[in-house]
């Protein structure tokens, strides 16, 4: 039986006061949730949330990762400083990545890579744009994303990560895939990473993403193949995040 994950993705948003409330919010809720429960943090407030959840149940991670170890490499941020904060999480391949700042499938296997090598968990997030759907390549596009990965590090390092497949055209636009919309591509996920290893597929979290609330969470979270959410708008207040946790 696989472990239900709500992980909150903060993305550009928080400050020093925001975050002490909307953590002290969330830990003062926690004796009601089940499901683990992880937040991904802006980098530069990463020590101050690590300092929040020390001795807590509560998990925590960056929103991306540098391909590179040290170097030359003006603003990035390497799995070797991450661990040095305590870091379990890194979300590497995120939609908001591909689109905006031209992330292309090679990076996020690189950066797969390098989160494993410091021993973080990658969240490895997959997904098509709204015309992929419309014209009927979203599991072309998803396996594509996914063999990028598999090719680089080979299917056993599935076994310490989790995918989130997020629908693009779902991403705070208020539009929700359909529980069984989610529900088939996740289970194409598992498939196709079954044909490969059956064992790692059986174990591993693939989240769902795409304006989960706490009204919806439950029906997407009953999907046998959907193991929890990667959290976007509805992270950040306290009350709407424990309610998607508590779903789990």
Known sequence: MR????????KLNGSKESIEELL???LSGMSEVKSDVAVCAPYVYIPLV??????????FGSQDISMYESG???GEISGAMLTDFSCKF?????????TLFGEKDADTAKKFAAAQKYGLTPILCVGELLEERE?????????????????LVGVEALEKAVIAYEPVWAIGTGKTASPQQAQDVHAFIRSKIANLNKSVAEKIQILYG????GGNADELFAMPDIDGGLI????LKADDFLAICQAG
């Not at 472990?3 to 903060?10: E, K, M, S």
């Not at 979300?91 to 990545?97: M, Y």
């Not at 795409?210 to 609330?213: A, F, K, R």
């Open 3 to 10: 472990q239900t994950l709500v992980a909150g993705n903060w």
């Open 24 to 26: 002290k919010g969330v």
């Open 50 to 59: 690590e300092e929040l959840l020390k001795d807590t149940d509560v998990a």
């Open 72 to 74: 030359a490499y003006t």
């Open 90 to 98: 890194s979300i590497v391949g995120h939609s908001e990545r591909r």
């Open 135 to 151: 014209n009927g390549t979203t599991e072309a596009v998803v396996a594509r994303q996914l063999d990028a990965v598999i090719n």
């Open 210 to 213: 795409g304006s989960v609330n």
């Open 232 to 235: 976007g708008g509805a992270s």
